[in-house]
Nanobody, 117 residues
Framework: QVQLVESGGGLVQSGGSLRLSCATSGFTFDTYDMSWYRQAPGKPRELVATIAYTGGRTNYADSVKGRFTISRDNAKATTYLQMNSLKPEDTAVYYC??????????WGQGTQVTVSS
């Protein structure tokens, strides 16, 4: 059974930091690109960051470049999102996903991040 379980969300003040984790099981983690998406109320889900299955390539949305860092630990089958200098506009539900051959195959259940001003 495939599972992606996000954790680490919460309430933080503007300028603060959070580290999200996505622990996975049930699929061959080290052959999947992993991504973080987010969805704010009334807005479509947007891609935040992606890391290749090797960990050697990362991509970020312009809105988070320089503030967020995606990483992965293939031995632990876990991906992370370090979020610094958080802004109120970062408030959203954050989801991790696993992709292969440019197709998203798996989603987590999401974790809420709320940034107060």
């Amino acid at each position: 059974q495939v599972q992606l379980v996000e954790s680490g969300g919460g309430l933080v003040q503007s300028g603060g930091s959070l580290r999200l984790s996505c622990a996975t099981s049930g699929f061959t983690f080290d052959t999947y690109d992993m991504s973080w998406y987010r969805q704010a109320p009334g807005k479509p889900r947007e891609l935040v960051a992606t890391i290749a299955y090797t960990g050697g390539r990362t991509n970020y949305a312009d809105s988070v470049k320089g503030r967020f860092t995606i990483s992965r630990d293939n031995a632990k089958a876990t991906t992370y999102l370090q979020m610094n200098s958080l802004k109120p506009e970062d408030t959203a539900v954050y989801y991790c996903s696993g992709s292969a051959f440019n197709e998203i195959l798996y989603w987590g259940q999401g974790t809420q991040v709320t940034v107060s001003s």
